[in-house]
């Protein structure tokens, strides 16, 4: 009653205030009062782990406060993006899972009467809705038959879950496992990935954490990967590199050699990066590089531009909060989050300005005041009354780390990666993307980070322990297809726009490709369409040094010939 009394006072107020007719409030009364006791749970039922970081993050911010009655709380949330990611990631470690075998039953018990009360304290992942726990009842030259325990449906494996079994630990009557039924009847065999992962998205130009998925299940495991596990990036640390070396000196047109090296390591010991395929190309223009992952050409880069620098940047760009100054960091050999370096590659697709990762947008108490809000950007017109005059314009958030024409260049380079590159199977999905791999030694972790104009997905594969994931367990084989499912579902409500250059780059083609430069930094090749002369006479080729060499005065050290492998650079 009290509740009925109070909405019909509101609606009173709204109708005195003219915000709504008389007759509208009249129809409001007239209608039922639905009470909801608590907030429907389903409604997020994929989003635990961004729910719990909010409530994390809300603590650090507002400590006590935040479980004071009457605060509002607007999240940065996309539902369907978050419901995209943990479908793809889940279904992308249960891939990964497979391919590496059938591990056996979780228990077993006696299969008889009273087994289904016995396998009560089992229970599947609560985000796989669909699974069972069953028991083997049977074995034979028919197949493998099982029953559920929730409601004693009885079925046979799919034939092709029975030889995955039967290639792997095998089954037994009295074995008790996960199964989902199949659409063509019968049971599918699950089984709970033993390795875990993380993806998240992030909204490149502001920084608002759209979808955060930090494991393969919350019910299992509540560790949020994508927050709080620290792991070696690997090749994802590429970019900043070659960034780097773009902001002193180098343009796109600059070679570097790509061949065998050996450095004095710690404790004077040899330190020899290898390539993963185990050979080497030779001299090769920055952009060849990134595009194939290149170690040892990512190596000799940072001994021109030298890692203090390359430090420098991964710290001002968020990657981390301090690193080493040692060539192997240049490879990916530090620490960061799934998060950070998500966030980190925002810069590339938003003119080179650092963006802060949030999860909340704003905090109100019960009298409307703002308690917490993300954008801290100052408006001092936003409250004004409106008199015909320009709207308010609002600086863009975040600070400039990086040059623009810098920034364009590396997103145009890690269009390549999925054009050309290791990551060649996105460009499946027919839209402008650009994205890096990344695989540590041993295979412990396998990445992706991929992104168009409107949103940036990081996509890390890894087990808790951090041992390895197999050979062949790249980025391109682990974390890759994780990322094309889960675009293939976002990409009905992202436009289809190129990324844009800024409005000061000057264009060259080099080998084909229309690459960006600074303005006095592109190559200078002048030359008439035909291979002669208005004179008649044959053309002479531009000498090497001249197209890899930066341009400007200061602009850097000049690039070798590729017949010339003395010394390093």
């Not at 994508?226 to 902001?247: D, N, W």
């Not at 839209?431 to 949103?455: E, H, L």
Request: a positive charge; hydrophobic letters at 40%.
């Amino acid at each position: 009653a009290q509740a009925i009394a109070r909405r019909n006072w509101v609606l009173d107020q709204m109708a005195e205030l003219q915000w709504i007719t008389s007759a509208d409030a009249a129809r409001a009364k007239a209608e039922d009062l639905v009470v909801q006791a608590a907030p429907a749970r389903a409604r997020y039922r994929d989003a635990d782990y961004f729910v719990e970081e909010v409530r994390r993050q809300g603590r650090a911010a507002l400590g006590d406060r935040l479980d004071a009655a009457g605060l509002y709380v607007r999240t940065t949330l996309d539902s369907e993006l978050q419901s995209d990611a943990l479908r793809a990631l889940m279904n992308g470690l249960e891939v990964y899972d497979r391919r590496h075998g059938w591990r056996g039953a979780f228990a077993r018990t006696t299969y008889g009467p009273g087994w289904a009360k016995a396998a009560e304290r089992f229970r599947a992942p609560s985000e796989r809705r669909d699974w069972r726990v069953a028991i083997v009842s049977e074995v034979s030259g028919r197949g493998i038959r099982v029953e559920t325990q929730r409601d004693a449906q009885k079925g046979w494996l799919a034939p092709a879950d029975v030889a995955w079994a039967r290639a792997g630990k095998g089954l037994s009557a009295g074995d008790l496992i996960f199964v989902e039924p199949a659409a063509a009847g019968g049971f599918r065999l699950k089984q709970i990935p033993a390795v875990n992962g993380a993806l998240v998205v992030v909204e490149p130009n502001t920084g608002r954490v759209l979808a955060l998925v930090g494991g393969y299940s919350f019910s299992l495991s509540s560790f949020n990967r994508a927050t709080q596990a620290r792991r070696q990036p690997g090749s994802t640390f590429k970019p900043f590199v070659y960034a780097t070396a773009l902001e002193n000196g180098y343009t796109p047109a600059s070679t570097v050699l790509d061949s065998a090296i050996t450095l004095s390591g710690k404790d004077g010991e040899d330190w020899s990066p290898e390539n993963y395929t185990r050979s080497y190309l030779g001299a090769m223009q920055l952009r060849r590089g990134l595009e194939l992952s290149r170690n040892t050409m990512t190596v000799r880069l940072a001994q021109g531009v030298g890692m203090r620098k390359i430090r420098d940047t991964a710290v001002r760009m968020g990657v981390t909060a301090s690193m080493e100054p040692v060539l192997a960091m240049a490879l990916g050999a530090g620490e960061t989050t799934p998060l950070r370096i998500t966030t980190a590659y925002a810069a590339f697709v938003n003119g080179g300005r650092r963006v802060t990762p949030h999860l909340i947008e704003l905090v109100q108490d019960s009298r409307g005041e703002t308690v917490l809000r993300a954008d801290r950007r100052d408006c001092p017109r936003c409250n004004a009354a409106f008199t015909g005059a320009e709207s308010p314009r609002i600086a863009q958030s975040g600070e400039q780390v990086l040059d623009p024409i810098t920034a364009y260049q590396i997103t145009s380079m890690l269009q390549g990666v999925v054009q050309r590159g290791t990551a060649a199977s996105v460009s499946s999905l027919g839209f402008p993307i650009a994205g890096k791999t990344g695989t540590t030694n041993d295979y412990r972790s396998a990445w992706f980070i991929g992104f168009t104009p409107q949103m940036v997905v990081g996509v890390f594969v890894g087990f808790d322990d951090n041992r390895t994931l197999g050979p062949g367990e790249t980025g391109t084989q682990a974390a890759v297809p994780i990322f094309i499912d889960f675009m293939q579902a976002a990409q009905s409500r992202l436009p289809k726009t190129d990324f844009k250059a800024p409005r000061n780059a000057r264009f060259a083609t080099i080998n084909g490709i229309r690459e960006a430069f600074r303005p006095g930094t592109e190559p200078r090749i002048t030359a008439p369409p035909s291979n002669l002369t208005p004179d008649g006479l044959p053309i002479r080729p531009l000498p090497y040094d001249q197209l890899g060499r930066p341009g400007g005065e200061g602009a850097g050290p000049p690039v070798r010939r590729p017949d010339d492998m003395s010394g390093l650079y």
